[in-house]
């Protein structure tokens, strides 16, 4: 459930030969309102964005699941 406060990733994701690759785009905010603040790092070529919960922070050492993810809020 979305509540006020919550942090969320964006990604974007591409398709190649190995699978998808999920690239950390910015970070999106819920408001009191239950609407979104998206703040963006990058901006994606096929205009497509993913929104889900943002993750705890990951040991980089370990391999991140994401591109992009290194040193992620």
Same mark, same amino acid.
């Given at each position: 459930?979305?509540?006020?406060?919550?942090?969320?990733?964006?990604?974007?994701?591409? @398709?190649?030969? $190995?699978?998808?690759?999920?690239?950390? =785009? $910015?970070?999106?905010?819920?408001?009191?309102? $239950?609407?979104?603040?998206?703040?963006?790092?990058?901006?994606?070529?096929?205009?497509?964005?993913?929104?889900?919960?943002?993750?705890?922070?990951?040991?980089?050492? =370990?391999? $991140?699941?994401?591109?992009? @993810? =290194?040193?992620? @809020?």
């Amino acid at each position: 459930m979305l509540m006020a406060g919550k942090r969320l990733a964006v990604f974007s994701i591409r @398709e190649g030969k $190995g699978g998808s690759i999920w690239v950390r =785009a $910015g970070s999106a905010f819920v408001n009191k309102d $239950g609407s979104l603040n998206v703040l963006l790092d990058v901006l994606p070529l096929d205009g497509k964005l993913h929104v889900r919960e943002a993750a705890e922070k990951r040991d980089t050492a =370990a391999g $991140g699941r994401f591109a992009g @993810e =290194a040193g992620a @809020e």
